[in-house]
């Protein structure tokens, strides 16, 4: 499919931010009742921002910004309906959060609990997002829990590591830093792992969907003979956009997992290690960010349509499963008496 | 009601008289316009109705297809429940699928979400645009009777298109899809299309093997 | 103002300023297939084109061309005004400065003038793919110059005279497969062909019923996607396959001789007499009848024979030794094995045998007999109609290859031998076909037939039936195109793609005015395409242009308006009075004449002028007979024209059949009416006269529908029409080449040779000429194209949706022969012919025969012709084989022997063999320089909306 920036935008920074509300949060509950709790309810804007960012981002996505007021009218069916909503909740949660440190100085329990709170609607809107992508059927790479786990843990790595970062930046305690990073080693690990579940899956959703089902013509190979207005991409169809070529796909695959999680990962090891913190932190998230921005392109680029099956050639593919071996010697036995 | 478009793959020769008429008719029609990009440069407009081109099997047992595809109207349309806005509606009255511009936000989820690749989007209008099973037309009460149908079904040259309600088990869409094994394109995804296709049909030779075999041991 | 300035000049137009919202009849000009179309018009806009459903052609359907038509009336590639080409510009360039009318007219006035007072052959006059052959042939008749044909002879002259001169007919236009009732249809290379809707609705057809349908063709593509059999053959081979299905058929004994007694001269009795002027031709009695031998042993004239000739007869009589022709003929055929024909063809013996034995075993043991009594010429009565249910059709798969005459002889041989002429089940005429074999329409063969001041004696064109008919001068040709001269003395549509080369070097002498319509000659209606170009342009040793004048009338900026030094911008068909006429290509159904008409449907732009128009503007200032009588002229424009032109005065034959006479009640023989158009209009624009059922069948003999035929004046006389399994015409060609001929005779041993070689009287079959050509085996493969069903030759790309369609070709392979050649897919390849090189970019394809290559027709284009940007995929992607078709053969002789059919001078378009191998070049090439887009406007255009609700954005005009 083809990406689109707005898009790219929005997931990316909604993700950014509820995982770092969601590192807020946990730092909230394990820096009470520290020093640093007054930096950490001091990051809170910028949680803020992050979440507009995406929120504004999101919003030209729409190109009839007039029947904008029409969104919330299918929540029974619409997971971007319910987006709208959640999305919407959250940025609202957010900002009810600043004000309330701001003008309502919440501390203690109502503070924690508000954000707590706050931190899930960022996690609920998260999964809301990629269920929208994983509920499409027709998008054979997306459609799978798969997209909802990838999505979320890019979301929570990445806004973990800035949270991190920041407090590292500010000057906070090394210690428990060096557990966040640790937690984060932990993270990254998993997400790599989930990444390259991912990628195995986009692969096997390539040929998930067949010519023969598309066309009703048995036969193999099956090669797309138009130009001309049947052949992609047209400017008008957003889900169909040429295949990566295999060289560009796997350099841009290697380094989206450098950038997301190896380069982040060893970041984090060498401060679990004992590096002093704010370099590495920063350098990690740094990398992370722009990963997360690398794997949500690929993960729109490289996505497979069900309606590519009218767009390119399918070859005709050997059984994967076929083994050099004679007919077993009962069928030969069968054959004899049948003689 | 479900209405919809039976192609006969056994007759359609892909000459996209389907295609162009259905720009002609759409273009001015009352779910127009139906867009250009760089008309006279290098040309990518939009097409409710596109053939695509497929060509199966090794020479010399290579098939050619040609498989006219617009919307399908599907029972189960996904488009449908994805649309945040309603703007995509399935009519219970006659199964069509549609859209309605005024509320449409232009956010192409339901282009994903169609297994099918037939909705396409207008940038300038911002909306997103498929095929309308010519409803225009169809509830055009000033138009003389033969017009009240698809401009596609009117316009093909071999008539391989055949319009009508697949919901009732006695129109001549039922009965060809019953017939003649009719089916509906990938199958899989659930959407359930109403827009049926009829297979290919071979004449199969007029005498039989061991004769020609005899004849040709005999004298050639 | 657009309505009042056409409106001045001609009357009628003004009709058409009335209502805005209006649906308007006429006849579709996006191909030459004719089909009806109703067209809406709201806001004086073009809303929508539809078929009519009445309308015999098409019944309803329409193309994807015909819908488009709104796109081609509002083409920005439109031209708008008369041009010049800026003097200080070369040719080519495509300077052009808009003029006035009266400057544009008088120029070419002037120098027609002087033509016509010196010598009118200086005047060569070609038209393309044009629909007004009539009137344009008697323009130059009267004009004078033996110099007219349309475009026939680059198109498919050999199929064309090759079904005159067997049947009196042909395919397409001229008759068609029973589609409604034959259950065995075979089609020889046929990629969309004339009648293109027709086409489809009978393919439709034949599929409801069940019918079997073969193609034989190199490739699968189009109609033969839908084939239950798809027989791959090498290209130009055809002739072989039918020779040894022939030798199957008559082997089984799966042939009708009934039939062929009755109907053809099969039975006829040929001269054996080698080396005597006689040798080869019928026998025949003191007053011309050919003679046949009876059980007897008596030798009795064809007609008295009853149908009861001998086919297999020899006998001695007089001191000659006479055979009949179907035994001459049997025994070719005993050498044309399947076997041989598997070596030739690339198909396998079997196969050939199984499609011989179907359609034999189709015709003779399933016939269609239909309950409608008739009675043929001999007097006999038969109480039903008998049909062999095996249809026959085929176009240029067989006609553009240097053997395609013979081809096509050997096709309608093959159908005589099945009895399927002109039976239900089969092959029918369309009126006013069948005409005599060959019909009797000849051109003035006398060099003194042509001179200053006056008009020619005879129609331009037509069929010679002896050397004597040629229009030669001892050696030397008559005309430009050397059309019925040595070289190819059948050429019975002309020559135009000889046209551009001879008068380049003065040979067989030099022209003033190449006047050319609609025909686009300097881009793909043209072979070694650069060097044409570069002939148009070429200059003397004086400086001046070696072709003194060229003018061009077309509606678009094609490639040719750049070679152009006048231009004069013709109308669209939506903005006309026409005729399809039975007079040029019929429409005609093979139930019955039809014809039809257009009519203006939207106002013209100012500066524009009917083609027809304008010549007739022309025929007035120069005063040609016929158009100019008593110094008065007849006709002030087509419109009248159409009404009033009669084929000779009084004779109540004229361009429209029907609703003729004063009142309109009279059909194909009445006076000249008036109000014959106006009453066409307000009739759904067509005319369509089913003949009565008795009189469908056997119309080459069956005397009611003679003696119609006669009454109607399709036909001089009610004579009998007598099939030509064995052409006589042909041989005496033959005996012209070798000396024996005791009239005209060529004196060039090359000459001589051809006529002896090739003028066969009975179907054979030899490699194309490019197969002998030295050095063939470096190019081991053939290169052909197919027309696309979207596109009209170059007619496509200046309309946007078409041009969306389809805009670049790639070359297509079989992988098989790819893998041999180490070539990929996708890969950017040189592909090379004798005469030169290009780009292409290479695609696999299952659907082609290992041995051919092929590409789409004419969708390339000149970089920023047709009002295009320069970058369009149609210059930068798209690829164009005319660059290396080669246009000449090297044989010794006078003058250049055209890569043509030695019979009728169809080019060979697909005889070309080329090899294919890596380009280091990624682009096309070679390119031509760009020009200057004509609206710069459109080019840049982003988006366009067309629609009649709002005003177009991009195609305002
Ligand atoms: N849409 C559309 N329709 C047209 C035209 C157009 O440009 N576009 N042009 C019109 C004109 S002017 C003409 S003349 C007609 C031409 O009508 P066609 O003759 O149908 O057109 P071609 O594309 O020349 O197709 C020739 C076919 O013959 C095959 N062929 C080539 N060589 C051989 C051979 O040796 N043996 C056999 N068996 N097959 C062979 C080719 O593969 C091709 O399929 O079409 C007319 N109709
Ligand atoms: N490689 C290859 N070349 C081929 C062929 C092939 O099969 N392969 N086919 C050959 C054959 S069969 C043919 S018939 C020729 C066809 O060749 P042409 O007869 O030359 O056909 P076009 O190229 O379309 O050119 C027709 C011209 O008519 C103009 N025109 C269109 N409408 C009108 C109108 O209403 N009025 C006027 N005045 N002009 C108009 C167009 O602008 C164009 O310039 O091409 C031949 N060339
Ligand atoms: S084909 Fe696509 S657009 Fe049409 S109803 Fe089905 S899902 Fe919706
Ligand atoms: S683009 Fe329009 S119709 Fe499609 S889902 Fe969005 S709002 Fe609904
Ligand atoms: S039904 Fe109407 S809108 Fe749909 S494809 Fe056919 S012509 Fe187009
Ligand atoms: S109009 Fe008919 S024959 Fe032509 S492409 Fe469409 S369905 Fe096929
Ligand atoms: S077949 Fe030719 S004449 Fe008929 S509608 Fe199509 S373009 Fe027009
Ligand atoms: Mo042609």
Known sequence: MRPTGPLLL?????????????????????????????????????????ALAGGVASFFHMHRIQAARFVLRRLKTSWLSREALTTGLYIGGLTGLAAGIDLGNWHGALLLGTAAGVAGLGLVAMFVTAMLYSTITAMRSWHSPLTVIAMMGVGVFSGWLVMAAIFAVVGTNPAPLREAAAVAVVLGLLLMAVKAQQWHFFAGARTSVMASTGTGLPLGPHRLQDSGTSRIPYKTQTQIWPDLRPGPKRLLYGLMFLLLTAVPVAAMGAISAGASPAGWFVGGAVSAVVGAFLERWLFFADATHSSR???????????????????????ERYRRLSK | MQLTIITDLNKCVGCKSCQVSCKEHNASGAFGSVPDHAPYNDPDGMWWNRI??????????TSVLYLPKACMHCYDAPCVPVCPTGASYKRVDNGVVLVDYDACIGCQLCIWACPYGVREFDEHEGVVKKCTMCVDRLEDESLPLRERQPACVQSCPTHARVFGDLDDQQSEVSQLVAQRQGFALLPELGARPAVHYLPRRPSPVVLAEEEVLKVMEERY | MAVRDMAERSPEFIELAAPSNRRVHTTCYMCACRCGIEVTVENDRVRFIAGIPESPVNQGVWCAKGGAGIMTEYSPARLTQPLMRDPASERGEGRMIPVDWDTALDTVAGWLREIRETDPSKLAYFTGRDQMQSFNGNWARQFGTPNWAAHGGFCSVNMAA??????????WEFGWPDFERSRWFMMFGVAEDHPSNPLKLGIAALKNRGGRFIVVNPVRSGYGALADEWVPIRPGTDGALMMAMMHVLLKEGLYDPDYLRRYTNAAALVVRAPGSSQDGMLYRAGNGDMMVTVESGAIVPFLAAQGHGLLNATVEHDGLVLESAFRIFSRRLEQTTPGWAAEVTGIAKKTIVRLALEMGTTAMRHPVVLPVPWTDFYGEHHRTTIGRPVAFHAMRGLAAHTNGFQTVRALFDMMMLLGTVDTPGGFRYKSPYPKQVPPPVKPASRAQDYGPNRAAPAPLLGYPTSPDDLLVDGDKPLRIDEAYSWKYPL????????????AHDGTPYSIDTLLIYMANIAWNSTWNTLATRAMLSARDENGQYRIPHVVVIDSYDSETVAYADVVFPDTTYLERWDAASLQDRPISETDGPADSIRQPVVPAPPGVRPAADVLIDLANRLALPGFVEHGKAKYRSYFDYIQKWETEP??????????????GKDTLVGEPNPHQLAAYASNRAFWYAPLTEGRKYYRMANQSYLNWARDAKFNPSNAPIVLNFYSEPVQTFRLAGQGLWPGKKPQDPELAKRLADYFDPLPFWYPPFEDEVEGHNEFPLRIITQRPMTHYHSWGSLNAWLRQLLNENPLYMNPVMAAQLGLEDGQ?????????????????????????????NAIAKGPGSWSLDPDAPEAKRAILINHIIPDTIPLKGPGTFFNNDPITGQAGWYDTRVKVYPSELQEVWPQVAPRQPIRPDAVE???????????????AR
């Open chain 1, 309 to 331: 099956v009218w767009f390119t050639d399918h070859v005709k593919r050997a059984s994967r499963v076929a083994t050099h071996r004679g007919s077993p010697a009962l069928l």
């Open chain 2, 52 to 61: 695509v081109t497929m060509e199966s099997g090794e020479f010399p047992n």
């Open chain 3, 162 to 171: 090759g079904g005159m001169y067997s049947v009196g007919g042909s395919f």
């Open chain 3, 941 to 955: 255009t982003p988006h366009m909306i067309y629609s009649i609700r709002k005003p177009a954005v991009g195609v």
């Open chain 3, 491 to 502: 050429a019975a549509h002309g020559g135009i793609q000889n046209v551009i080369r001879n």
């Open chain 3, 650 to 663: 009084g004779s109540g034959v004229g361009l429209l059949a029907g609703r003729r006479g004063r009142d």
């Open chain 3, 828 to 856: 950017w390849v040189w592909i090379a012919s004798r005469i030169g090189k290009m780009t292409g970019k290479l695609r696999y394809s299952d659907a082609v025969e290992p041995g051919t290559v092929w590409t789409w």
């Open chain 1, 10 to 50: 929005i997931t990316v920074l909604q993700g950014l931010s509820g995982g770092m509300a969601v590192a807020l949060t946990t730092a909230l509950i394990f820096l009470r009742p520290s020093a640093e709790l007054a930096h950490a309810v001091r990051m809170e804007p910028l949680i803020i921002v992050v």
